[in-house]
């Protein structure tokens, strides 16, 4: 089955600065990567989302690559905000069928 | 839009007793809704996937008989815990499928405490 590593597990980073956050996968057959934002005592959050078919995608300050060859992606967080502080979970999935999560990277954003 | 609620958010119940979460797409039909676990500072476990008038299907190690799924409609999927134990005291969150562009929509989670 889909195995999906996640780096780093913790991060901190002065406000303005910016995050990454990377994700790697194992089914060449994954063709949907969500990133999900999971606030403390709340449900995770949908993001952004990068398909199979497109290298990168970007909204305002957030923005995800995808590397097929190399079977990761990553997810960029620029001009980060002390409310950009969370938990942080990247999944592949195969068509919506399940998906498979990261083990999540909890960032923290110092003012 | 894609809201997905949950109810309730928190629910104490003693060692024994039954407690049904109920999980509901508000503003888009969800033929495909999936049921997680989620222990402090870990990341999601998926227990079932719930489908639309049919029956859930168990992840290997999630007793179907103690975890009962019943999605009777597009819009409403629900989890009964039959007989808690404290053991199954954790968070438990809902998502909804939004179908043909496959993202995921979560619910708030319900956070259930049996003593």
């Known amino acids: 089955g889909e195995n999906v590593e996640q780096h780093p597990s913790t991060l901190s980073v002065q406000e303005g600065d910016s995050a990454v956050i990377k994700c790697t996968y194992s089914d060449s057959a994954s063709n949907y990567f969500p990133w999900y934002k999971q606030e403390l005592g709340k449900g995770p959050q949908l993001i952004i989302d990068i398909r199979s078919n497109v290298g990168e995608k970007k909204d305002q300050r957030i923005a995800v690559t995808l590397n097929k060859t190399a079977k990761h992606f990553s997810l960029h967080i620029t001009e980060t905000q002390p409310e950009d502080s969370a938990v942080y979970f990247c999944a592949a999935s195969i068509s919506g069928n399940q998906f498979y999560f990261g083990t999540g990277t909890s960032l923290t954003v110092i003012p | 839009g894609a809201v997905v609620s949950q109810h309730p958010s928190r629910v104490i119940c003693k060692s024994g007793t039954s407690v049904k979460i109920e999980c509901r797409s508000l503003d888009f039909q969800a033929t495909t809704m999936f049921w997680y676990r989620q222990f402090p500072k870990q990341s999601l476990m998926l227990m079932a996937t719930s489908n639309e008038g049919s029956k859930a299907t168990y992840e290997q190690g999630v007793e179907k008989d103690k975890f009962l799924i019943n999605h009777a409609s597009l819009t409403l999927s629900t989890l009964t815990v039959t007989s808690a134990h404290p053991e199954d005291s954790s968070f438990y969150i809902c998502?909804?499928?939004?179908?043909?562009?496959?993202?995921?929509?979560f619910g708030p989670g319900t956070r259930l405490t049996v003593t």
């Open positions: 998502s909804a499928l939004l179908a043909g562009v496959y993202e995921q929509y």
